[in-house]
């Protein structure tokens, strides 16, 4: 299901607000896509999305070793005040499977899927997602390159994995297999949480669509 424009009774504007949650050794890039797109969107687009940086630590690392602030601590905010789910992957090498597959995390995507909310990951975040136990039996991806383990170690977590897709959508979630999938999967995310006109739009004045 699409969400719509809201209006309020006074004809106001309601904003949807998305989580962006980040384990220690998030990769940047994949964190970035999320901030611009829906960032775009509620300065350029239809003004109804807003995005909040959340982690377990108050200083996180990022993948390639600076540091990033979260706006909020996990322990600090309610789920319920947010619509949607946004996870970057990272690197085991930079500790990202620590938090990724804490119970804290795990709690968190359960949470979002229970009430059928989007839930964005791209890569390898998406074992955030099969070891919170929420993708079983369901369709999903993950980070695909020849002889990596990942897509593999997905299936182990009792998920039906495609191999041959750069994109999956099950229902109310997407996951991806590569750091090449990740505006992709954040003009899957702000599409959920507008629709597919305004997402034209965001598009078009962020330059995708010049020759």
């Known amino acids: 299901m699409l969400y719509s424009l809201i209006l309020n009774n006074e004809g106001e504007i309601i904003i949807t607000k998305t989580l962006l949650l980040l384990a220690d050794g998030f990769e940047s890039y994949e964190a970035s896509v ?3 797109v829906l960032g775009w969107n509620l300065f350029e ?5 807003e995005l909040v940086s959340v982690g377990m630590h108050p200083q996180l690392k ?3 070793g600076y540091s990033n602030i979260p706006d909020c601590q996990l322990s600090e905010i ?3 005040d947010y619509d949607a789910l946004a996870i970057p992957g990272g690197f085991e090498e930079a500790g990202f499977y620590q938090d990724a597959f804490s119970t ?3 709690d968190v995507i359960r949470e979002f899927d229970s009430q059928n909310k989007p839930i964005a990951s791209i890569c390898v975040a998406a074992l955030a997602l099969g070891n919170s136990g929420i993708l079983k039996g369901r369709k999903a991806t993950t980070y695909s390159y020849p002889e990596n383990p990942r897509q593999d170690q997905l299936a182990q977590m009792g998920v039906s ?3 041959d897709q750069p994109l999956v959508v099950d229902n109310n979630i997407v996951t991806s297999s590569s750091p090449a999938t990740a505006l992709d999967v954040a003009f899957w995310l702000l599409e959920r949480l507008t629709n597919a006109n305004n997402v034209e739009k965001v598009k078009g004045l962020m330059g995708f669509h010049k020759n």
């Open 34 to 36: 999320f901030t611009d």
């Open 45 to 49: 687009g239809d003004k109804t999305t």
């Open 62 to 64: 990022c993948t390639w």
């Open 78 to 80: 309610n789920l319920a």
């Open 104 to 106: 804290e995390f795990g």
């Open 161 to 163: 994995v495609v191999r």
